[in-house]
């Protein structure tokens, strides 16, 4: 088997069987997705006072899906939820990028060596380099013949 | 060590604590509704606040930082995205015209897709399984090396190296043949390995190594050769609590409970001694202080479960500093792939709602 497989025909997102008619509990199939987004998902969603519960699993290791179970209290809308957790998740991280980078910039923490024999140069950061930043975008954009 | 404002690490609710034999207060517990007159929903602006991110050390390969005020499986997303989706070079498929060293070509080509390049990932393309090499997507290196005597080697000389010529294949020996633009793309730093002294075979005059090698883009979920740190961690800050102050008397024994530098023993006005944390980072909680029984709840050793100290060790393929940046960019496609899909089931619900049972 070629892992991770190749992407296949199955939708990203879709509700399984069994769900409330107005999602307000609903079990949500998640393709070629793990822990790593399936736990962060859960946790934000648990965040929500809407949520009254919400779990998700790894139904079989070798299968790359996950199984999102969201409740809602008051007859709301599971997938509200949803896209407002996700929306959530991408502001957080910008947070922390940004935090990141303003750490890096300025430059308050100890620098030091462990360049071994035989070691290559370190290779130049984006971080550093902004111009950087805008060739790594002309090449993305121009690569595909 | 910079510190700059983390919240109240004596807070009971951000305490992993741990016991003598078994670790609890494991989870977070503040989600809505669990506090009576406690809100915990998410507020972006007040994790802003409360969130730190702060570099410690950076080299030429790894990275120490901290971040602070964020769940573990935010947290965990990321080291496990740096481990096994943060993309990079790898040599692929080894075509071998020639290999009589006692090395066989199957082993040899597995040995050499596991040699770290220095080849920024972010100038290359994903290259499909059946498609067509192209200057975009994949690094043609040469390795041609055959192993003869040296001549006028002294007699009885015993060492191989003095003996033959080309007696260790190293890493260094991999030739790159650039292919279309490449030379232009790869001007300033063009692709080799990360470290040049990288043993790949021995041989012995007669033996010889000809081969055309292919590296591609590829990510550390299909083969570990791709991964692009040799360590992606975290820990928890580890946190002494004093329930009681440790006797005078007692003071030097506590240090030797803890790692060297953890414990600080000060001499107080009135004679006395004390002790102090001087470094919680370097604690590895051993416990010892559990063993002996004088410091019976005097102490409390306990982690800060929103304290997350970072590791991160590049292979060369990418600055330590752009590791994190990498993970994060990458999680956010995650979530925004994700978010695309479900505006467009929340148009068309339930549209497949019978594919799965």
């Known amino acids: 088997m070629e892992f991770p497989p190749e992407p296949n025909d199955l939708p990203k997102i879709s509700i399984l069987r069994g769900a409330a008619p107005d999602l307000s509990a609903a079990t949500y199939c998640i393709q070629e997705e793990s822990h790593t987004l399936g736990n962060a998902l859960r946790w934000m969603l648990m965040k929500d006072p809407r949520v009254e519960f919400c779990g998700y699993s790894v139904p079989h290791p070798s299968e790359p899906k996950i199984h999102v179970r969201i409740q809602m209290y008051d007859g709301v809308s599971s997938l509200d939820a949803l896209l407002q957790a996700l929306q959530n998740l991408d502001d957080l991280y910008g947070a922390i990028d940004g935090a990141y980078k303003q750490s890096y910039n300025e430059g308050k923490f100890q620098r030091f060596d462990e360049q071994e024999e035989g070691d290559t140069p370190t290779l130049p950061s984006v971080l550093d380099n902004p111009q950087l930043q805008q060739q790594y975008a002309q090449d993305a954009s121009s690569s595909k013949p | ?357």
């Not at chain 2, 080309?166 to 001007?187: E, H, I, K, M």
């Open chain 2, 1 to 357: 060590m910079t510190m700059p404002n983390v919240g109240d690490l004596d807070d009971e609710r951000r305490h992993v604590k741990l016991h003598h034999e078994h670790v609890s207060n494991v989870s977070s517990t503040e989600y809505p509704g669990v506090y009576p007159g406690e809100d915990h929903s998410w507020d972006l602006q007040y994790f802003k606040e409360k969130l730190v991110v702060q570099i410690q050390r950076l080299s030429g390969k790894s990275i120490e930082l901290d971040i602070v005020g964020v769940d573990a499986s935010i947290a965990n997303a990321l080291r496990r995205i740096l481990m096994s989706e943060v993309p990079s070079i790898a040599i692929e498929n080894v075509y071998v015209w020639n290999n009589t060293s006692v090395i066989h070509d199957e082993v040899f080509a597995h040995r050499v897709g596991l040699i770290p390049m220095a080849v920024d990932p972010r100038l290359l393309n994903m290259k499909g399984s059946e498609e067509t090499p192209t200057d975009r997507d994949t690094i043609v290196f040469k390795l041609n090396v055959a192993c003869k005597h040296r001549p006028k080697a002294p007699r009885g000389e015993t060492d191989p190296e003095k003996l033959y010529i080309n007696s260790n294949v190293y890493s260094r020996d991999l030739v790159w043949a650039p292919a279309g633009d490449q030379q232009t793309v790869f001007a300033e730093f063009p692709p080799r390995p990360s470290n040049d002294n990288i043993l790949l075979a021995k041989l012995r005059p007669g033996q010889t190594l000809e081969m055309e090698l292919h590296a591609n883009k590829g990510i550390g979920m299909t083969h570990a050769k791709w991964s692009p740190v040799a360590t992606a961690t975290y820990r928890l800050l580890p946190h002494i609590v004093f329930r009681n102050p440790i006797p005078s008397h007692l003071c030097e024994k506590f240090r030797t409970c803890f790692s060297p530098g953890v414990i600080e023993v000060k001499d107080k006005s009135d004679g006395e001694k004390e002790v102090v944390v001087a470094n919680p980072r370097l604690e590895s909680m051993s416990r010892e202080v559990y063993r002996h029984s004088e410091f019976d709840g005097m102490v409390e050793l306990t982690r800060i479960r929103d304290f997350f100290l970072f590791s991160i060790e590049s292979t060369g393929a990418y600055p330590p500093q752009d590791l994190l940046p990498e993970s994060i960019r990458i999680m956010r496609e995650k979530v925004r792939t994700l978010r695309r899909a479900a505006e467009a089931l929340k148009q068309a619900p339930n549209e497949d709602e019978d594919m799965e049972g």
